[in-house]
T-cell receptor, first 116, second 112 residues
């Protein structure tokens, strides 16, 4: 089955700096890669996602890049703000015919702290 | 308002006493899923369903059962709960697999 590794487990930055979180996946059949943000005591919420036919996607201060050959994808947050402080999870989901079809496998999470 | 509703939000119970956590969505979503969240382990998928009467095991299905008799409901059943099932549980739904998932508010289970 799919295995998703996420690094770093904690990340501390100053307000205004950039933050990068990286994930690797094992199943080459995976084709959907969402990122979720979870604030303390709250539900996970989707912030951005990317599919395997795209190499990069941006939404204001957030971007995701995907390298299918290397089987890794990354979340980039620019001009970080204190309200970006949260736990971030990457995930991977496969397509029909793959062992991870229907499943959504998450990384272990990154605790991001943005200091004012 | 589009939402995924889980009940109960909190439950403390004892080993071996059967319990059910309900999940309901009002978005007519095909795909529903259950996850457990434990510190350092992220979210791990327990079971998922891609349609009515279609359910499949996720990565950690042992000790759990599910059913999907109606599109909107996807209950999680613990027939004989054990302390290692103490966790925070989330239900989620999406239009289809490979689509953004909407999560419920979570259910914190403590099994003594």
């Amino acid at each position: 089955g799919e295995n998703v590794e996420q690094h770093p487990s904690t990340l501390s930055v100053q307000e205004g700096d950039s933050a990068v979180i990286k994930c690797t996946y094992s199943d080459s059949a995976s084709n959907y890669f969402p990122w979720y943000k979870q604030e303390l005591g709250k539900r996970p919420q989707l912030i951005i996602d990317i599919r395997s036919n795209v190499g990069e996607k941006k939404d204001q201060r957030i971007a995701v890049t995907l390298n299918k050959t290397a089987k890794h994808f990354s979340l980039h947050i620019t001009e970080t703000q204190p309200e970006d402080s949260a736990v971030y999870f990457c995930a991977a989901s496969g397509h029909a015919g793959g062992t991870s079809y229907g499943k959504l496998t998450f990384g272990q999470g990154t605790i991001l702290t943005v200091h004012p | 308002e589009a939402q995924v509703t889980q009940n109960p939000r909190y439950l403390i119970t004892v080993t071996g006493k059967k319990l059910t956590v309900t999940c309901s969505q009002n978005m007519n979503h095909e795909y529903m899923s259950w996850y457990r969240q434990d510190p350092g382990l992220g979210l791990r998928q327990i079971y998922y369903s891609m349609n009515v009467e279609v359910t499949d095991k996720g990565d950690v299905p042992e000790g759990y059962k599910v059913s999907r008799k109606e599109k909107r409901n996807f209950p999680l059943i613990l027939e004989s709960p054990s302390p290692n099932q103490t966790s925070l549980y989330f239900c989620a739904s999406s239009y289809d697999r490979g689509q953004p998932q909407h999560f419920g508010d979570g259910t914190r289970l403590s099994i003594l």
